[in-house]
T-cell receptor, first 116, second 115 residues
Framework: DSGVTQTPKHLITATGQRVTLRCSPR?????VYWYQQSLDQGLQFLIQYYNGEERAKGNILERFSAQQFPDLHSELNLSSLELGDSALYFC???????????????FGAGSRLTVL | AQKITQTQPGMFVQEKEAVTLDCTYD???????LFWYKQPSSGEMIFLIYQGSYDQQNATEGRYSLNFQKARKSANLVISASQLGDSAMYFCAMREDNYGQNFVFGPGTRLSVLP
């Protein structure tokens, strides 16, 4: 268990609908990253938050939005869903590894979204 | 331009043999980190090994080692004594300490270990 919690694990919905994916970082982690992994593809960076503020934005569609709340959990909202939005959505947090002396990305188990 | 390139979409290796997964990267940031992650068929992302740009020695972690050639901008993952459980997707990633500080991932290499 990485300590990064994502819900739901699986979600099936229809085109045109809206869904919300939730992520709770490890206790004490201030950062949240969202990534999208389409079938047999690499990870595409969507957006990063740090202590409630947006830090960086990647290839996130306008139909997608996210926020990080005061309790540091984050939500990724996907609207007007299309078939191509079917993917595994990962949340991750970055914390400094004292042994390595570097920030390491720790992933949640992912939320698998299927759009029919 | 691609920041992380993994030129091997798929690799096969015989059990107990060693295998090298290639990764090249592109950055002008003098300070960066390189990471390898494993993604088994179950889907989770597992951190394997890290190499900092200023590290003089190649990183090692159990059966994993990272062949870091800074001038060539390559960070190949070497898995020794392959096991069936090593069959998975492997992703190389980079984090630039000064430019964006995001983790950028390569397209991955699917490794299949043959009995």
């Amino acid at each position: 268990d990485s300590g990064v919690t994502q819900t739901p694990k699986h979600l099936i919905t229809a085109t045109g609908q809206r869904v919300t994916l939730r992520c709770s970082p490890r206790s004490g982690d201030l950062s949240v990253y969202w990534y999208q992994q389409s079938l047999d593809q690499g990870l595409q960076f969507l957006i990063q938050y740090y202590n409630g503020e947006e830090r960086a934005k990647g290839n996130i569609l306008e139909r997608f939005s996210a926020q990080q709340f005061p309790d540091l959990h984050s939500e990724l909202n996907l609207s007007s869903l299309e078939l191509g939005d079917s993917a595994l959505y990962f949340c991750a947090s970055s914390v400094r590894d004292r042994v390595l002396g570097a920030n390491v990305l720790t992933f949640g188990a992912g939320s698998r979204l299927t759009v029919l | 331009a691609q920041k992380i390139t993994q030129t091997q979409p798929g690799m096969f290796v015989q059990e107990k043999e060693a295998v090298t997964l290639d990764c090249t990267y592109d950055t002008s940031d003098p300070s960066y980190g390189l990471f390898w992650y494993k993604q088994p068929s179950s889907g989770e992302m597992i951190f394997l090994i890290y190499q900092g740009s200023y590290d003089q020695q190649n990183a090692t972690e159990g059966r994993y080692s990272l062949n870091f050639q800074k001038a060539r901008k390559s960070a190949n993952l070497v898995i020794s004594a392959s096991q069936l459980g090593d069959s998975a997707m492997y992703f190389c990633a980079m984090r630039e300490d000064n430019y964006g500080q995001n983790f950028v991932f390569g397209p991955g290499t699917r490794l299949s270990v043959l009995p």
